[in-house]
């Protein structure tokens, strides 16, 4: 089970596991995405590197027009997750 | 050569609407014989990895392939080899990616394997395109 749910206009709550099978749908919400937005991983129990993939992109389109996505929330498991691919430099965390 | 003291196989179709079959499996099997949550943790996500590979690359989402997980164990290891029979590549030409390049230019590839390489204590390749490519995994107890 895997959600993206965009609240308001600069929120996206993610709940479940977040892998391959999920990029689709994933992608329509984080397409939507115009301004700098926080991503709240509150309910988010796992991410692969398909997931990540999603964030690295929506990151790229938004920094041309000097906007962000901001982590808030992130378990241990996912927060190593990041680490390991590097991406907790990438990505402004909290 | 250790002797097996359990082995484990599935062979399931090629389709990402499976990958969370194979790592509930992987993940039970980790936590049975003795990795805590946190390793077990690390051996689900690089198999998810591989076989997130094979379904995109080696077999271009042709949901009609199968993927062959074949979860080995000894005395100080677990084994996890994931196999295909379809288009291989060379391990060697894959290039880890630069973060800060991949920010730049917007590319993705390469971080799969990246991942499986750093979550495992070894990683091994046999290419045989067509055939059977297998990536060999390992994780030790310790």
């Keep these: 089970m895997f959600e993206a749910e965009l609240k308001g206009n600069n929120e996206i709550m993610l709940t479940g596991r977040f892998d391959a099978s999920q990029v689709e749908k994933a992608k329509m919400v984080f397409d939507a995405v115009a ?12 991410i692969s590197s398909a997931g990540l993939s ?9 920094s041309k027009s000097g906007n962000s996505l901001k982590l ?21 965390i909290a | 050569m250790p002797k097996i003291l359990k082995e484990y196989q599935l062979k399931i179709p090629s389709q990402s609407d499976n990958l969370s079959i194979i790592r509930d499996v992987v993940s039970k ?25 094979v379904i995109k690359h080696a077999y271009a989402n042709n949901s009609n392939q199968m993927i062959e997980v074949s979860i080995k164990v000894d005395r100080k290891k677990l084994i ?32 799969g394997l990246c991942l499986i390489k750093t979550l495992m204590d070894k990683v091994e390749f046999e290419i045989k395109p067509g055939l059977k490519n297998k990536v060999k995994m390992i994780k030790y107890f310790s």
Excluded: W
């Design chain 1, 72 to 92: 808030t929330n992130m378990n241990k498991h996912i927060r190593d997750v990041f680490r390991y691919a590097g991406f907790d430099t990438v990505f402004e």
């Design chain 2, 29 to 53: 099997v980790a936590r049975r014989i003795g990795f805590n949550t946190d390793e077990a943790s690390k051996i689900e996500l690089a198999v998810d990895e591989a076989c997130t590979n």
């Design chain 1, 35 to 46: 301004n700098s937005c926080e991503v709240d991983f509150t309910d988010l129990e796992y």
């Design chain 2, 80 to 111: 996890i080899i994931v196999a295909d029979k379809g288009k291989g590549f060379n391990p060697d030409e894959i290039k880890l990616p630069d973060l800060n390049e991949s920010i730049k230019e917007g590319r993705k590839g390469g971080l």
């Design chain 1, 54 to 62: 999603v964030l690295l992109v929506t990151q790229k389109r938004l």
